[in-house]
Nanobody, 115 residues
Framework: QVQLVESGGGLVQPGGSLRLSCAAS????????MGWYRQAPGKQREVVAG???????NYAGSVKGRFTISRDNAKNTVYLQMNSLKPEDTAVYYC?????????WGQGTQVTVSS
């Protein structure tokens, strides 16, 4: 059973930074495509960023240049560095682990950007 545990969310002022972490267990982590998604109140869940097993990355247009996804296969952890945060980044952020055989989600971590 794959388990994903997110951490690092919180309240931050506009323009500030946060780093989210997602620790995985129960899987051969290096084989997974890892992704970060977010869901704001009243909106659908949307993809934020993804990183494949070779380290290739992709980003939603709304976060490109501000967010950076990375992974540490030795620690079974994926990160999302979020800089220049805006109020519209406020959402619950979810970690996802995907292969052709499965897709697992973490429980989510709240990020609130407000003055």
């Amino acid at each position: 059973q794959v388990q994903l545990v997110e951490s690092g969310g919180g309240l931050v002022q506009p323009g500030g930074s946060l780093r989210l972490s997602c620790a995985a267990s129960g899987t051969i982590f290096s084989r997974n495509v890892m992704g970060w998604y977010r869901q704001a109140p009243g909106k659908q869940r949307e993809v934020v960023a993804g990183i494949d097993s070779d380290g290739g990355t992709n980003y939603a247009g709304s976060v490109k240049g501000r967010f950076t996804i990375s992974r540490d296969n030795a620690k079974n952890t994926v990160y999302l560095q979020m800089n220049s945060l805006k109020p519209e980044d406020t959402a619950v952020y979810y970690c996802n682990a995907w292969t052709s055989d499965y897709s697992y989600w973490g429980q989510g971590t709240q990020v609130t950007v407000s003055s």
